[in-house]
């Protein structure tokens, strides 16, 4: 049976627990597989036999939400604000919801009419800005399940519905009626009490929440768009008439194009004519630029930082490395199911006990011979002490503390499910460049013969490597320039490809490369310079051999050098329970070099990986069940940062491995990976404290709310309390400080 695979776009869902639903009866199909990303709001469905995409749609619409393939917007058109309908009943729940509170918190604001303001403001917040929640309520109720929502809308209505009964059926519409807190255990008919305030405080509170988690959320496909973004969008075709520049789409298999110097290669391809060197680190992880001459293969998307080259286009669109290692990143996302929320967990068992518990409560006061009035008031005191005000308060209260504690400390962290993976982790893999190391070329070492000056020897060598846009021939003129201030002009330069530079400088002929460069011009290194420049290839560093006036006269080292709080940082890993893993596109002697110097055992150290299989050594370690966090600021790493249980992303790095990351972390220094995870692990701590108490208040008051003891009024005061306990307990993240 042949199967066919699609993606569809899933519309309406609210929480975890409807992606769930969603996923779990398009399984019921007969020949369908699918996973549904609540995320990213899409499913990818496999199906095969008599199914068809229609019949997959339906399914969908059947069970309470939309679907429809995913349609690309027109280039030149904005994407549609999603978010606009969600602020704008925030706004107006705000807006509308705090004078309500005020009049019924201070007396003095209560003047003769005040209740029938209270009613005029109210009412759109519950209606209005609440129509989601009831809206998805309806939904989930016809389907046969009780979330967050539903506790929201029975909560909010009750409180509004009852305040509309005291308003116009009781004594609460009287003018000049007051609404004092009576903090009295008693049984009472409720008449005279109003909870407006309840049920639009409650919808404002609860609308900040969703719009914070729906804005962190909307970023999640954000990591696609930055990675195909990475390519070049205009390309020079070589024509019989001359050059062409074009758009990079209109590309073919076998056409070949210019890539002059500092131009990204438009595609995968291989080198026809002309010798560079080609930056490919955001790829590949690869520190050192990677010299190409005629019939070596370039990648698209990698930097042209030496001399013009002419590629010949081998594959282009969704065949090129960067559209792969993009379709890397969604598996990796659809992959990770978003956490289902402990709130809707704790809700899907706790409402239908409620509403069976108002319910069994209005009947048993009706059946002992009670007033309708007392019964009410009983059966409403039930579902108001129910009112998740501080189950809704919990999440975003604790995160919105512990995300803007961590914008102070330079961690970003992107949303609530994000939380629950820094508890489990045993396991951090780091990436080299950029990451531990500092991403760029350094010189680290000077080694001079005999009778050779120092300051000589950067002067001549930064001043000749000043003329070059090799990353190698920049670190060596960068130290000169930071160690002498300014350098002389050559009066002569020639570019000698894959070996170095040549020219004279202050009348001196001089020769910066490698040593081939040397032996081309009949000139040996001593021995004492050779032994440094073979030590120095051995830990995995670049030789460069300088020499003027018809003697060699020192070696230099370049490498990428390690940062000088990675050390440290690996301690602080450590102290956390983690064991730290080195992964690099780099070579092993450069890779065990740097683990040897951060502290990281050599049978950790996993080298000379393509970017493709970072992805599967992260699967392999997850098979081993160790759950894993991924530290990473390269496109190569953007994949595996998705697939990792716990993506950090180096804030210095690129957009895609950012966008891909659950927590980015914008100073760069690797020290603040162990902040980010306490922080993360600290503030998790915190909401389910929040949970605990907020639940814990609801438990202890309804028994007395069913037994009548319990005034509406004081189920109000007793929500309030443990609102402020929440948003007090969430408060004390603000006290974390990153460690000395």
């Not at 020949?31 to 749609?57: C, F, H, M, P």
């Not at 909307?218 to 195909?228: I, N």
């Not at 329970?577 to 690099?584: A, D, F, K, R």
Request: contains cysteine; hydrophobic residues 45%.
């Amino acid at each position: 049976m042949t199967t066919t695979a699609t993606e569809l776009v899933i519309g309406g869902m609210t929480c975890a627990s409807c992606a769930a639903r969603v996923e779990k009866k398009l399984n019921r199909m007969d020949g369908v597989t699918a996973t549904v990303n609540y995320a990213t709001e899409k499913a990818r469905v496999s199906y095969g036999g008599d199914v068809s995409l229609q019949d997959l749609i339906a399914t969908v619409e059947k069970t309470g939400y939309t679907a429809h393939e995913p349609a690309p917007a027109p280039p030149e058109q904005e994407e549609p604000d999603e978010l606009r309908p969600l602020r704008e009943r925030l706004v107006t729940a705000l807006t509308l919801a705090v004078p309500v509170v005020a009049m019924a918190m201070i007396p003095a604001l209560q003047f003769e009419y005040w209740q029938w303001l209270s009613l005029t403001l109210a009412a759109p917040v519950v209606t209005y800005a609440g129509w989601p929640f009831h809206k998805a309520a309806f939904t989930n109720a016809r389907h046969g399940a009780a979330t967050m929502d539903t506790l929201i809308s029975v909560g909010t209505t009750a409180a509004f519905g009852w305040s509309l009964w005291a308003l116009f059926f009781g004594t609460a519409g009287t003018p000049g009626m007051k609404h004092p807190f009576e903090l009295t255990i008693a049984r009472g008919d409720g008449t005279g009490n109003l909870y407006l305030e309840a049920a639009a405080g409650v919808t404002a509170f609860i609308l900040a929440g969703r719009y914070f988690e729906a804005r962190s959320k909307r970023k999640a496909g954000a990591a696609l768009k930055a990675l195909l973004e990475l390519g070049a969008k205009d390309v020079t075709l070589l024509r019989s008439s001359g050059e062409q520049t074009v758009p990079v789409e209109q590309l073919k298999v076998g056409d070949r194009f210019l890539a002059r110097p500092g131009e990204k290669i438009a595609t995968d391809g291989t080198v026809v004519e002309g010798t560079s060197a080609v930056d490919a680190s955001m790829l590949t992880g690869e520190s050192v630029p990677v010299e190409v001459t005629p019939g070596d293969p370039v990648t698209g998307a990698t930097l042209n930082v030496g001399g013009r080259l002419v590629v010949e286009a081998t594959r282009i669109g969704a065949d090129t490395q960067l559209a792969r290692m993009a379709e890397l990143v969604e598996d990796a996302q659809n992959g990770k199911a978003a956490a289902q929320r402990l709130a809707d967990r704790i809700s899907g068992v706790f409402v239908p006990i409620v509403i069976a518990l108002a319910l069994g409560t209005l009947g048993f006061w009706l059946g002992t011979g009670a007033e309708l009035t007392t019964a009410f008031t009983a059966a409403v005191a039930v579902l108001i002490i129910a009112c998740p005000c501080a189950l809704g308060l919990a999440t975003p209260t604790a995160l919105l503390v512990g995300t803007g504690r961590g914008a102070q400390l330079g961690i970003l962290i992107k949303g609530p499910e994000v939380l629950e993976s820094t508890r489990r982790v045993d396991t951090v893999v780091l990436d080299k460049t950029g990451t531990v190391t500092t991403g760029r070329m350094t010189l680290l070492a000077l080694h001079t013969a005999e009778g050779a000056d120092e300051a000589e020897v950067l002067r001549l060598a930064g001043a000749l490597e000043h003329a070059s846009e090799h990353p190698v021939a920049r670190a060596v003129a960068d130290h000169a320039r930071r160690k002498l201030g300014s350098l002389p002009t050559p009066e002569d330069f020639a570019n000698v490809p894959g070996l170095g530079v040549q020219g004279i400088v202050d009348g001196h002929a001089v020769l910066v490369g490698r040593e081939q460069l040397l032996e081309d011009w009949a000139l040996e290194l001593p021995e004492e310079l050779r032994r440094a420049g073979a030590d120095a290839e051995a830990a995995g560093r670049t030789a460069i051999a300088v020499a003027w006036d018809g003697e060699a006269r020192a070696v230099l080292e370049i490498a990428d050098a390690v940062k000088d709080t990675s050390r440290e940082a690996i301690t602080r890993l450590r102290a956390l329970g983690l064991t730290p893993i080195l992964l690099t596109g780099d070579n092993k002697a450069v890779a065990e070099s740097v683990a040897r110097e951060v502290g990281i055992a050599p049978d950790a150290v996993i080298a000379e990986v393509l970017p493709q299989d970072k992805v599967d050594v992260v699967k392999h370690l997850q098979a081993e069940g160790r759950s894993v966090a991924m530290v990473g600021d390269g496109v190569n790493d953007a994949a595996a940062l998705a697939q990792a249980d716990l993506g950090l992303a180096m804030g210095t790095g690129t957009d895609a491995a950012i966008e891909a990351g659950d927590l980015t972390l914008v100073r760069g220094d690797l020290r603040a990976a162990a902040d980010a995870i306490r922080l993360a692990r600290r503030t998790l701590g915190t909401i389910r404290s929040n949970l605990f108490w907020a639940f814990a208040y609801n438990v202890a008051a309804l028994p007395l709310a069913a037994a009548g003891l319990l005034n509406p009024m004081l189920a109000g005061a007793a929500m309030a309390f443990s609102s402020v306990f929440v948003v007090g307990n969430s408060l004390r993240l603000r006290t974390f400080r990153a460690a000395d």
